[in-house]
């Protein structure tokens, strides 16, 4: 690890860097603690270039924190819908309640009082607090990570919350008291654009002097992260109920993927090899009759990759002759919904493909 580096040559680099190069993103134009949270939390493992028409969506939609938290959990869902990791925006919804009901509706000021909101951890607190009001606290994030490994020739594994402390600390060494939140952007943003994961532009990179990585032929070994666990597989079968033009749909419950976002019928197995006669007995013995001969196999499998699960997905429409019975619906917690009412339902992007394909929707 490299030692004798000046931190004030390092920030001011990246500062002068930044004015130079930074891009125009309408979260940066603002102090408006409720904009920049949104933004982060819209963020948080997503590209910028996917995130923004979310950012102005959600902006537009429910310009104060308020509006947000008065909002039904549903259309919040909606909003969010194709972004992924709806965690995020169930706590964003809780948020929003937790600063009106608790806070006035006034944002906390503090780095120490944001990380108490809940889905704020270390770096979007650090982040809130440093550009909305200009604390001095450093931001970690991926790209953070990156560009101090590289600099000052951190080797400790990234992907260890241990190793946090040690670039925490490098961080810290480097931020400005006088402007805090344009280094952390700096920071970010040349991570984001100049000293990138795959391919650096080490060339004309104002920081090559002092850079370990670079100076040392070990820009494509750092940062260290460790890989990740491989994928689970899972394997769905999807029941589309149709009955008079309406279809029979579900709100996911807590513990799994997709909690409060809307789907089908669902039984999963172990392969996709089961065939309809195991599954024509899986739904019987729901107390759903459907006989082996009306599930017909799909000719396409969905594929749908999460951070941590690769789905495989069969849809199966069955056309029913009579509404499903009242014991039924009770006990599989199935409503019939018109198309209508679909479209405005809060669902997985994998549920609005099938939708799409299927032509029940068309307006996605
Ligand atoms: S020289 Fe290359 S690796 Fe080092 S900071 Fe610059 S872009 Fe990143």
């Given at each position: 690890m490299a030692t004798t580096i000046d931190p004030k040559f390092i920030s001011s680099s990246l500062i ?110 650090a982040?809130?607090?440093s ?5 001095k606290v450093a931001v970690l994030?991926?790209?953070v990570f990156?560009v101090l490994a590289r600099i000052f020739g951190v080797?400790d ?6 190793s946090r402390k040690t670039f925490q600390a490098i961080a810290d060494s480097l931020i400005p008291a006088d402007a805090p939140?344009?280094f952390n952007?700096a920071i ?19 920081l090559?002097?002092v850079?370990f ?152």
């Amino acid at each position: 690890m490299a030692t004798t580096i000046d931190p004030k040559f390092i920030s001011s680099s990246l500062i002068r860097w930044y004015g130079q190069h930074k891009r125009a993103l309408p979260w940066r134009d603002t102090r408006n603690p409720y904009y920049i949270w949104l933004s982060e939390i819209i963020l948080q493992q997503t590209r910028v270039a996917q995130g923004l028409p979310y950012y102005l969506k959600f902006v537009e939609t429910y310009p104060t924190v308020q509006e947000l938290a008065a909002a039904p959990e549903d259309d919040v869902l909606r909003l969010w819908q194709g972004l992924g990791y709806y965690s995020r925006a169930r706590n964003m919804h809780h948020t929003s309640r937790q600063v009106v009901q608790e806070h006035n509706s006034i944002f906390p000021d503090s780095y120490a009082q944001l990380l108490r909101l809940r889905g704020v951890g270390s770096y979007t607190a650090a982040a809130i607090a440093s550009f909305a009001f200009q604390e001095k606290v450093a931001v970690l994030d991926g790209n953070v990570f990156r560009v101090l490994a590289r600099i000052f020739g951190v080797a400790d594994d990234i992907a260890v919350p241990a190793s946090r402390k040690t670039f925490q600390a490098i961080a810290d060494s480097l931020i400005p008291a006088d402007a805090p939140d344009t280094f952390n952007q700096a920071i970010m943003e040349f991570g984001a654009i100049q000293c990138t994961p795959l391919m650096p532009d080490c060339l004309f990179c104002p920081l090559q002097q002092v850079c370990f990585a670079f100076n040392h032929g070990m820009v494509q070994e750092l940062p260290v992260k460790k890989k990740a666990k491989a994928a689970q597989p899972r394997f769905f079968h999807y029941f589309v109920f149709r009955h008079q033009g309406q279809y029979y749909m579900r709100k996911r419950l807590a513990g799994d993927i997709w909690q409060g976002l809307y789907d089908f019928y669902l039984f999963e197995s172990t392969d996709k090899a089961t065939q309809p006669a195991e599954l024509a007995k899986e739904l019987q013995n729901s107390g759903l009759e459907v006989q082996e001969e009306q599930i017909q196999l799909p000719r396409k499998d969905y594929k749908h990759v999460l951070s941590h699960q690769k789905i495989t997905a069969r849809f199966y429409l069955i056309e029913l002759e009579s509404r499903l019975r009242e014991e039924i619906t009770q006990e599989t917690r199935l409503a019939a919904f018109t198309t209508a009412e679909i479209e405005a339902l809060p669902k997985p992007v994998l549920i609005s493909s099938y939708l799409k394909d299927a032509g029940i929707l068309v307006n996605l």
